[in-house]
């Protein structure tokens, strides 16, 4: 097992930390990719994210949706699909990364990120469409194998030609692996975790009642999830963005003193808790960036499989509707989260801790720079006299990348501890023997523990971490439900129909053994993996911008969605005239 771990850990500093050197840092390769093809095609495209976003709305809304067309789902449920997917634990936990590494100004990279990414997802969605497989006219929608696929694995194909095969294989394999782990084992250990940390449930009680409420919704394919997360993607986004707006209307004369901050440390950052010394801009927008990207899932390669299930024999139709995800995603909702956190300033708060020295998020630091606190090992005994380091120039204790002192040895913090800590086996030896576990002292929090921090200090009694817990409940599930059609969809390109089922019973075993055990291989396991899968689907959105620029000019030159609509209308005349 240390063997896998050591392993998994090295493929991932190759994959996610490593690439080309820029001031003393360097900036991912994957991120590099990323952002790179959202730029090209931004550019190639005219800016057509910002040209055509309120037509990618109107398109959304079904106003165009003409029923006759081929397809499994309408417009808005394959955005509720793909959004069901997007719109997770990352909008909680990623944003508070963010600005806990990057200080306020990440957000505002994350804002740049999600305006290139909507240009990824236009092209991959656009694509998915076109070279999509339509493989019976829809006269059975409830049929759980689908009528419908489509994503990357089929635009590799079918778009670059039968020699690029071998690559469209090998994406659907990964990202079918990705989808049992990132996308379904990771999320039922988060909310069952979540929910026996708060609430004391056991994990296998939790992980139970999901993966039945899993099994039941996608046992139906993607026409009963979309009918789900049609009705569970609005709900999740009303309960959270609500209660973020009730905190930003209650502390609304902090909004412009907080959109302040974050334009001013975006290009002059000063104020990170955990990662920026002054000046060091690189740090705030590489947070900014991985967390936007890894947010709304431009240029993964996932969603592209939702939307090309969608009712249209328009493929431009529906890439304008996927330009409406990661404003969703990442303009509003990780908007909303970030505000939270910087207004009710929890970000660099520091509250009581216990400091587990063995286990938890106990980590090691050497003393601030210019550049900030850097990670060190626990090589050497760290030596404190009442509750302070002697030599501030060693290695300090830190909780989430923060050092900590004074340290003491009671949670009421009257006792400051006097001995030595030693990090590589996690005890604390005081003076006179005793030995301790954990010490105490006041540290801050980082991930969905800030959020929910944030959450309840701007609401009232426990309504704040009542949203956070049901957020996180809801967002897990629904993640879920949507990586599962991913998947089986990936199973389809590679084995046909006859995969579709076992791959769904898999998916929910999968979910349930995810709940009860501990995941710390399997979380950086499919961060390779999604990084990996990423690079092919880049790689043919390059290769196929000239299609996606032809697809764009035909489209808006033709102007289809004006028959699309007396078509829905002659529709809704004949239903109530009892004729349909």
């Known amino acids: 097992m240390e063997l896998l771990e050591r392993i998994v850990t090295t493929a991932s500093e190759y994959i996610w930390d490593r690439g080309i050197p820029f001031r003393g840092e360097e900036i991912p390769w994957v991120v590099v990719a990323l952002l790179g093809t959202g730029i090209f095609l931004t550019v190639r495209l005219g800016f057509l994210q910002l040209r055509k976003l309120g037509h990618g709305f109107k398109v959304t809304s079904g106003y165009y949706d003409d029923p006759a067309e081929p397809g499994d789902v309408s417009h808005f449920q394959a955005l509720t699909t793909a959004l069901s997917a997007t719109v997770g634990i990352g909008n909680i936990a990623g944003v508070a990364l963010a600005i806990h590494w990057g200080g306020p100004g990440a957000l505002f990279w994350m804002w740049m990120t999600a305006l290139v990414g909507m240009a990824t997802k236009y092209s991959e969605v656009t694509l998915a469409q076109h070279y999509r497989t339509v493989e019976k006219v829809d006269t059975d929608p409830h049929k759980w194998e689908g009528s419908v696929s489509g994503g990357p694995m089929y635009y590799i194909e079918r778009g670059l030609g039968p020699a690029w095969r071998p690559l469209a294989v090998f994406f659907a394999v990964m990202l079918g692996t990705t989808a049992f782990l990132t996308g379904n084992a990771i999320q039922a250990n988060t909310v069952a975790d979540t929910m026996n940390t708060i609430l004391g449930i056991p994990v296998w009680i939790t992980g139970l009642f999901t993966a039945t409420i899993v099994a ?131 970000w660099s708060a520091r509250i009581p801790t216990e400091i587990t020295l063995g286990t938890g998020d106990i980590t090691y630091v050497t003393p601030e720079g210019s550049g900030g606190p850097r990670s060190a090992e626990a090589a050497v005994p760290i030596v404190l006299e009442e509750g302070r380091y002697v030599d501030s120039a060693v290695t ?145 959105l390059l290769l196929l911008s000239p299609k996606v620029l032809e697809l764009t000019k035909s489209y808006f030159q033709r102007k289809p969605w004006i028959a699309n609509r007396e078509a829905r209308l002659r529709y809704l005349a004949e239903k109530s005239a009892g004729r349909r």
């Open 216 to 346: 039941l919704v996608i046992i139906g394919g993607i026409t009963r999830i979309g009918r789900v997360t049609s009705v569970l993607a609005p709900a999740m986004a009303a309960i959270y963005v609500t209660g973020a707006l009730i905190i930003i209307v209650l502390n609304a004369g902090s909004v412009l003193p907080t959109f302040a901050l974050i334009f001013r440390e975006a290009f002059n950052p000063t104020a990170s808790i955990a990662g920026t010394g002054v000046g060091v801009f690189l740090l705030t927008m590489m947070w900014g960036v991985k967390r936007g990207l890894f947010s709304n899932e431009a240029g993964q390669g996932s969603a592209p499989i939702a939307h090309a299930a969608a009712k249209t024999d328009e493929p431009v139709s529906e890439g304008v509707v996927a330009l409406v995800e990661p404003f969703i995603d990442t303009i509003v909702i990780c908007t909303m989260t970030g505000l939270v956190i910087i207004m009710t300033g929890v």
């Open 396 to 540: 300090h204790i830190a909780w989430h990348e923060v050092a900590v002192e004074p340290l003491f040895v009671d949670g009421d913090q009257t006792q400051p501890f006097t001995g030595v800590v030693h990090g590589d086996s996690g005890i604390a030896v005081a003076a006179d023997g005793t030995t301790y576990a954990s010490l105490y002292g006041d540290a801050v929090e980082s991930g969905a523990p800030l959020t929910m921090m944030a959450f309840e200090k701007g609401l009232p009694g426990t309504f704040g971490r009542f949203i956070v817990v049901v957020s996180v409940l809801l967002f897990a599930v629904s993640t879920a439900i949507s990586w599962s059609y991913y998947g089986d969809r990936c199973a389809n390109y590679l084995f046909g129909h006859v995969a579709v089922l076992p791959y769904k019973f898999a998916f929910v075993t999968m979910h349930f053994v995810g709940s009860i055990l501990s995941l710390s291989v399997a979380w950086t396991l499919g961060d390779v993996f999604l990084g990996i899968v990423i690079l092919p689907n880049l790689l043919a």
